[in-house]
């Protein structure tokens, strides 16, 4: 399985207080696990060489108790890198110390099997993985647990403090730039806005001319209009003039017909009278003759002179009829007269109607046009008092805008000088880098067995309620544990859901496995403290993120940089001994600036194994020297 597991934890530790992310290696199993019974010699001899087998044991050695293997208790190193190791082993027996299969101290457990150990040399920064080593009385065994020591460097805490200054002065020169780009955008939209007004402006404008010219052109309809009535209404006085004419005419024919008959019987009575006078005088004459006789001149005389008078009479009689006639025949050629005068004034009339009638139709066709232009005329005059006020609220709003803008623009320019000049100030005064304390980790060698905390960058690890590790493996089993107060229950919840209980046991540490793995990415978990009555006493809760290598997408000969790695375990993991980690660090220079600083999700190049050495000498594993090339 390949490394992982620390290299997040410590990261997080180092800018946050998270729990322990990704997976925790667990220790190859030691060469040895059971003691080794060697046979004291009966002289003293050389040291035994590489290529040569053991001197030959004697037939019966004396058999040697199983050893106790030796464990770690306590390790703590102070900012500077100076150790404290300590723990139990066998009483008498000799506990080496080891960093990476190099010894670094020695010391002999007293009688209740405690010891300590201090190193003379203080660490270097980096990555340590430190394992204990038993001997008594012949007899070597190596201690199950690791204890994995993460050192600070503080270059690399400057570099990163450097390169986080640098990258709040990019961001806040991207501020800058980002607020003067929203600022040059709200100027073009200003620019946008106030030509729209100005555009909007030249639209009412149009839109009241137009108006204007259709109120002029109503008044010109109405003008029409009110000169086809006057018309029509002349129209309809000249037809009831026509209809006054036709009564008139009416009544002088009728007048006429009258004064025919009337004629026509003075006619028939005039010459019944002139018949009878002419009977009268013949009777006259004839009673004159008679009477001739009688009175002769002077009779006739007398006769002549009274036929004379009624003959006057009737003359005057005939011609008053004949007078009457002649006046009666000049009226009723003035009626006649009269009537033509009527046909002809009916037939203007008639005509005066018709150009009245399609002089109304044209006045109701102009009513109807005039309706429709007042209609419209509404219409515009209400469209262009809402583009009225629909502009005025529109520069309202742009210049509402524009102040916002200038006012942000102002506000995030000051704000980023006031963040410049306020970094410029800590980059003054800021003191040194000082040296921040390591973390330190017990990883137990024993199956199932969960990593504990024995150190934190702020300090020994906490008593009280708290997360200290997430720990799985690539077989998707997964592990919360963490420290409460000793003998109280825990409740554990991931997103949200139960996902366990646990009790804290004599030292305050627990541990669960729930029976559900998290799937891949973030989570949050929640461990809650129960009280005596099932209250919740205490509670933290914290974010984690499970991440995954995939499986068969990397080639044989190249590996993945996995949290925790280094160019020491890559090589002892690829070739057995760690000491051959410059066969990686010269495959893969370009993509290796420093040796002791490789990153997860690299991907190196694993060159072919060297050849075994020549036979020589072997030496004692303590005297080995150490190798400052290791990458932590």
């Known amino acids: 399985m390949a490394a992982g597991g620390l290299a997040a934890y410590v990261a997080s530790e180092f800018a946050s207080q998270e729990p322990m992310r990704v997976a925790t290696p667990r220790p190859p199993a030691p060469p040895e696990t059971r003691p080794v019974l060697v046979p004291p010699p009966a002289t003293p001899a050389p040291p035994p060489q590489a290529s040569l087998p053991p001197p030959p044991a004697p037939a019966s050695p004396p058999a040697v108790a199983a050893l106790e293997p030796p464990r770690f208790d306590v390790a703590r190193v102070g900012a500077r890198g100076n150790v404290v190791v300590a723990g139990r082993a066998a009483p008498g027996s000799e506990v080496l110390l080891l960093e ?88 073009a939209a200003l620019a946008r806005l106030e030509e729209m007004a100005r555009q909007a ?22 003008a029409a209009a009110r000169a086809e009535a006057l018309a029509r209404q002349e129209a309809e006085r000249e037809a009831a003039a026509a209809a006054r004419a036709a009564d008139e005419r009416s009544r002088a024919e009728a007048a006429a017909r009258r004064q025919a008959e009337e004629r026509a019987a003075a006619e028939a009575r005039a010459a019944e009278q002139a018949a009878r006078l002419a009977a009268e005088a013949r009777a006259a004459e004839e009673a004159a003759r008679l009477q001739a006789q009688a009175r002769e001149e002077a009779e006739a005389q007398a006769r002549a002179a009274e036929a004379a008078q009624r003959a ?28 033509s005068r009527a046909a002809e004034a009916s037939a203007r009339a008639a005509e005066v109607s018709a150009r009245a009638a399609e002089a109304a139709a044209r006045a109701a066709e102009v009513a109807i046009r005039q309706q429709t232009l007042a209609r419209a005329d509404a219409e515009a005059a209400a469209r262009a008092e809402a583009n009225r006020r629909a502009e005025q609220s529109r520069q309202a709003e742009v210049a509402r805008q524009a102040e916002e803008a200038r006012a942000a623009a102002a506000r995030q ?36 067995a969960t990593p504990r905390i024995l150190q934190t960058p702020t300090g020994p690890a906490r008593r009280g309620l708290g997360l200290d590790l997430v720990d799985y493996d690539d077989t998707g089993s997964i592990r919360f544990s963490g420290s409460a107060t000793p003998g109280a229950p825990v409740r554990i919840y991931v997103n949200g859901v139960h996902a366990g209980d646990s ?16 799937a891949i990415g973030r989570h949050r978990v929640r461990v809650d403290q129960l009280a005596a009555n099932g209250a919740v006493s205490a509670r933290v809760e914290l974010p984690f993120q499970r991440e995954s290598v995939p499986q068969g997408e990397i080639p044989e000969g190249r590996v993945i940089v996995q949290p925790g790695n280094s160019l020491w375990r890559l090589a002892r993991a690829a070739y057995g001994r760690g000491v051959l980690y410059t066969i990686i660090y ?36 303590a005297s080995r020297p150490a190798d400052s090339s290791r990458s932590r």
């Open 100 to 187: 990476d299969e190099r010894e670094i101290g020695r010391t002999r457990a007293d009688a209740r099997g405690e010891w300590v150990i201090l190193p003379a040399d203080p660490l270097r920064p980096g990555t340590r993985q430190f394992s204990l080593r038993g001997r008594q009385g012949g007899a070597e065994i190596a201690g199950p647990d690791v204890v994995v020591v993460v050192v600070p460097d503080p270059a690399v805490v400057a570099e990163r403090e450097a390169r986080e200054a640098q990258e709040r002065a990019e961001a806040t020169a991207r501020a800058e730039a980002e607020a003067r780009r929203q600022a040059e955008e709200r100027a």
């Open 312 to 339: 006057a009479a009737a003359a005057r009689a005939e011609v008053a009829a004949r007078a009457e006639a002649d006046a009666r025949v000049d009226a009723a050629m003035r009626v006649a007269e009269s009537a």
């Open 586 to 621: 010269e495959a893969n220079r370009d993509q290796i600036r420093n040796p002791n600083m490789i990153w997860p999700g690299q991907v190196f190049t694993l060159p072919p194994p060297p050849p075994p050495p020549a036979p020589r000498p072997a030496a004692r594993p």
């Open 503 to 518: 009790r804290a046991d004599e030292q305050g540490r627990w541990e669960l496995s729930p029976p559900t793995a998290p």
């Open 413 to 448: 320019a000051e704000a980023a000088r006031a963040a410049e000049a306020a970094r410029r100030q800590t980059a003054q005064a800021a003191p040194p880098p000082a040296p921040q304390p390591p973390m330190v980790v017990l990883v137990p060698g024993a199956p199932n």
């Open 201 to 222: 402006a030249l639209q009412a404008e149009r839109e009241a001319r137009e108006a204007a010219q259709r109120a002029e052109a109503t008044a010109r309809a109405e």
